[in-house]
């Protein structure tokens, strides 16, 4: 088994971007392509698995990606985090949201190679941890499940309950993500500098 078949790729794109009057962020175009592709590009450096927890599939068939609706409807980012590893073949996966990008595969390849026997793996920057774009082991499902049954949904909950390593990581850029429209203007802008760094 190569190590890309080791771990599975997980684009969280469930949300409803309600701050971009509902317009779905994974598909606006930043440097020619879509985030998501650019998200996509950067998973296929990683791992041959890649699939989309997302409750508007309908949106994404012309990626041709496997896609799952959430388990927990209503449970934010930590449901679709729960869905993908709930769905996932793979003892770990890397999960990823869809609004972030500037991620670069380089990055990526560091986490999966620090995964080890770690439950979590998450990047932390000056602005704090990136749940989001983070390594994730079958071994969270018990507690998220605990979490989510609580009506707990904060992704840091879920740390103390398992196995985490922190990879310490400078660059904030890579997780810009987009909420509004003046997010997105700002993404176009640095997307020039940043095309070419996946």
């Not at 971007?17 to 590009?41: D, F, M, Q, T, V």
């Amino acid at each position: 088994m190569s190590r890309k078949d080791t771990i599975t790729g997980i684009i969280l794109a469930g949300g409803a971007s309600k701050r971009l009057n509902y317009k779905n962020k994974a598909l606006l175009k930043i440097g020619g392509r879509s985030i998501i592709e650019h998200i996509i590009n950067a998973l296929s450096k990683v791992t041959e698995s890649i699939v989309l927890s997302t409750n508007s599939p309908e949106q994404f068939e012309h990626l041709g990606l496997p896609t799952f609706k959430d388990i927990t409807p209503g449970s934010g980012s930590l449901g679709g985090i729960y869905t993908g590893l709930k769905i996932s073949r793979t003892h770990h996966n890397l999960i990823i949201a869809c609004d972030i990008p500037f991620i670069r595969s380089n990055f990526l390849k560091l986490l999966v190679n620090s995964r080890e026997d770690y439950d979590v793996v998450v990047p932390v920057t000056p602005d704090g941890h990136q749940p989001t774009c983070a390594i994730y082991s079958r071994n969270c499902l018990i507690p998220i499940e605990a979490q989510i049954d609580e009506g707990n949904l904060k992704i840091s909950d879920l740390f103390p309950s398992v196995k985490v390593k922190r990879i310490d990581c400078y660059d904030s850029t890579m997780f810009f993500n987009i909420n509004t429209h003046e997010d997105y203007l700002v993404a176009l802008s640095m997307a020039i500098r940043y095309r070419d760094q996946e």
